[in-house]
């Protein structure tokens, strides 16, 4: 990571944390009161190949006793109104300035992967990891829908790790290195605009939707 890169992750961190705050304790409670606790979801996840790091997250699911692999629709019931608006919003992703205080991960990088796809895919990850792990990215931008619509669909963990593997990996991976091989500091910041875009889209549209209820069918 070039120390330019390195420098914007500290300060932007820093100015979100301090702009977040107030926002961020509410939901906090928010949370806590609908959901109890645990908040956080803390899970490992490597910045680099036998480098292991504790990602944070806010907690969208009710917790489960096993709990291994990616999301797939085999878990889409442990996920709650409020964790899908989390998850749909990346709101469950504001823990993870600390993560980029840390330096275990940059705002623009690949997602950071589980230990069993780095184990299972060594060659590859060594090279998409070259590249700090980032809260968004290239790939995430463009194959975040595409992996909830496949993924949804499998009805086991079996089915979901199969899918994964076969259909997303080798995808994320290709817009990884595009991005690795492309990178520079001006392409991060239109990714990082793209994914506020995104985000403040997805508000506006919650917004509408919710100040415009649904009339009623007359012919019921």
């Known amino acids: 990571m070039s120390p330019l890169k ?8 820093l100015v ?8 961020f304790a509410v939901l906090v409670v928010v949370l806590l009161a609908v959901e109890g606790r645990p908040i956080f979801y803390v899970a490992e996840r490597m910045k680099a190949p036998g480098q292991p790091f504790a990602l944070w997250k806010l907690r969208t699911m ?10 797939g629709g085999d878990k889409s019931a442990r996920i709650g109104p409020i964790g899908a608006i989390l998850r749909k919003a990346r709101l469950d992703e504001i823990p993870q300035l600390w993560n980029v205080l840390r330096g275990d991960m940059s705002f623009v990088g690949p997602r950071p992967p589980l230990r069993l796809y780095v184990e299972r895919f060594p060659d590859l990850y060594a090279q998409v990891l070259k ?13 975040h829908g595409f992996e909830e619509r496949v993924l949804s669909r499998c009805a086991t963990p079996e089915e979901t790790d199969a899918v994964y593997c ?9 817009l990884d290195l595009i991005y690795q091989r492309r990178q520079n500091f001006c392409f991060d910041l239109a990714i990082l605009w793209q994914t506020l875009s995104r985000v403040l889209f997805f508000s506006l549209r919650r917004r509408m939707q919710s100040g415009n209820p649904r009339r009623p069918d007359p012919r019921h």
């Open 6 to 13: 390195r420098a914007f992750d500290i300060g932007l961190a």
């Open 16 to 23: 979100l944390a301090i702009l977040l705050a107030i926002p």
């Open 131 to 143: 590249n700090r792990p980032g809260i968004t990215g290239l790939a995430s931008l463009h194959i």
């Open 166 to 174: 076969r259909r997303c990996i080798p995808r994320k991976a290709r």
């Open 62 to 71: 009710r917790p489960a006793a096993s709990d291994s692999g990616v999301s």
